[in-house]
């Protein structure tokens, strides 16, 4: 079956880059996504990335996909507090179903 | 900007009640989910729902759940009788279409069982 693997914490200082790393089992996703989860809130969309590109930029978010690996990871660069949240990545499954990573909570330290 | 609606923010029911979950998707919207989150553990797909049918779930969804959508803008989950384990957020989606690439998530609704 699926499965969607992160590490569970990342503690970074305001300013510099954070990098969250994800590992996925399902070849055939057309589209990964990264989703944040700010506390008592719901999942935002922050980016995704389509099967046939490896890597993709949008602002201070960059996404890298390694296909052969199927290894997913999101850049933050110039991190910052605003930033502490809980990062999940996602790939579809399905008929447009999101499987989810455990989620990466991302400390920023002033 | 259009946004996903769920109420209540919070539910507190004793096991063996039935409790119904709402949702009111975006508008124009197609296609509608169920999520839920188990406290510190990763969110799971429940069930998928289109042209006012279940078009995929999860072996989370078994015949204690139930979606509905009763009036062309809410939609509604049903647990029949609820356990412990129930406890949790549950969090509605929608999604234009298909070959859309974003659900759009509601804020979620903690349902905690006693």
């Known amino acids: 079956g699926e499965d969607v693997e992160q590490s569970l914490f990342l503690s970074v200082r305001e300013g510099d880059s954070s990098v969250i790393n994800c590992t996925y089992t399902d070849s055939s996703s057309t589209y990964l996504y990264w989703y944040k989860q700010e506390p008592g809130a719901g999942l935002q969309l922050l980016t995704y990335i389509f099967s046939n590109m490896d890597m993709k930029q949008d602002q201070r978010l960059t996404v890298l996909l390694n296909k052969k690996d199927k290894h997913l990871s999101l850049r933050i660069a110039d991190t910052q507090t605003g930033d502490s949240a809980i990062y999940f990545c996602?790939?579809?499954?399905?008929?447009?179903?999101?499987?989810f990573g455990t989620g990466t909570r991302l400390t920023v330290i002033p | 900007e259009p946004e996903v609606t769920q109420t209540p923010s919070h539910q507190v029911t004793q096991m063996g009640q039935e409790v119904i979950l709402r949702c009111v998707p975006i508008?124009?919207?197609?296609?509608f989910y169920w999520y839920r989150q188990i406290l510190g553990q990763k969110v799971e797909f429940l069930v998928s729902f289109y042209n006012n049918e279940i078009s995929e779930k999860s072996e989370i969804f078994d015949d204690q759940f139930s979606v509905e959508r009763p009036d062309g803008s809410n939609f509604t989950l049903k647990i029949r009788s609820t356990k412990l384990e129930d406890s949790a957020m549950y969090f509605c989606a929608s999604c234009p279409g298909v070959a859309y690439n974003e659900q759009f998530f509601g804020p979620g609704t903690r349902l905690t069982v006693l």
């Open positions: 996602a790939e579809i499954v399905g008929a447009n179903n999101l499987f």
């Open positions: 508008s124009n919207h197609l296609y």
